[in-house]
């Protein structure tokens, strides 16, 4: 019993880090899986260093502003040759990015570049237009060939998500406002 107790509280203590840092890891199903607390991370997803250690092959960091718990990032949206700067909310809990109208006009996408596709959120669901950018970029990092839809956002340029993150290794430091690529 006394050993229960201590392995208990050893557990507790060990894991006292700042509430602002959130981990990744992929489970044992290939599932990408993001917690804050780095004892619930399954030991065949952990890294051989502690993990307090960052493994930062590019030592590459993005800096973020935080506005309304949204983590908002400055991405460059590129279509058809066009390039337009914009702030992004940085979304690792959806599927796929978002573009507004406005950064949809700054592009010059017209209505014949779209399609119309069946759009799944939190509480409503609906037809949007979807078109397909020649890429997004945010500090050096980048994706291309994704379908993005185009939906209006009250004080955001756009939502990146798991269509552009998926496959980069990064920590959010809440704290310190920065995401760091690994």
């Known amino acids: 019993m006394l050993v229960l107790v201590c392995f208990i509280c050893t557990v507790l203590f060990s894991a006292e ?9 992929v489970d044992e199903k290939g599932t990408m899986s993001f917690t804050d607390n ?5 030991k065949s997803a952990r890294k ?4 307090g250690d960052i493994d930062n092959g590019d030592d590459s960091v993005t800096t973020f502003r935080l ?21 992004f909310v940085f979304d690792t ?3 796929s990015s978002v573009i507004s109208p406005d950064i949809a006009r700054r592009l010059d ?19 949007v237009s979807t078109v397909v950018l020649d890429a997004i970029k945010l500090d ?14 009250a004080n955001y340029d756009g939502l990146l ?7 980069k290794k990064f920590q959010i430091d809440y704290h310190g406002r920065k995401i760091r690529w690994m």
Do not use: C, W
């Open 17 to 25: 880090r700042s509430p602002a840092e959130t981990y990744q890891y």
């Open 38 to 42: 780095p004892v619930s991370i399954p």
């Open 48 to 51: 051989s260093k502690s993990m």
């Open 67 to 87: 506005i309304n718990n949204h983590v908002i990032v400055a991405v460059s949206v590129i279509y058809k040759g066009r390039e337009v700067k914009g702030q």
């Open 93 to 95: 809990g959806a599927n």
């Open 109 to 127: 996408i017209r209505d014949s570049d779209t399609s119309v596709a069946m759009m799944q959120g939190v509480g409503s669901a609906g037809a």
């Open 140 to 153: 050096g990092k980048a994706a291309g060939n994704l379908e993005v839809s185009v939906v209006r956002f």
């Open 161 to 167: 998500g798991m269509d552009f993150l998926a496959g």
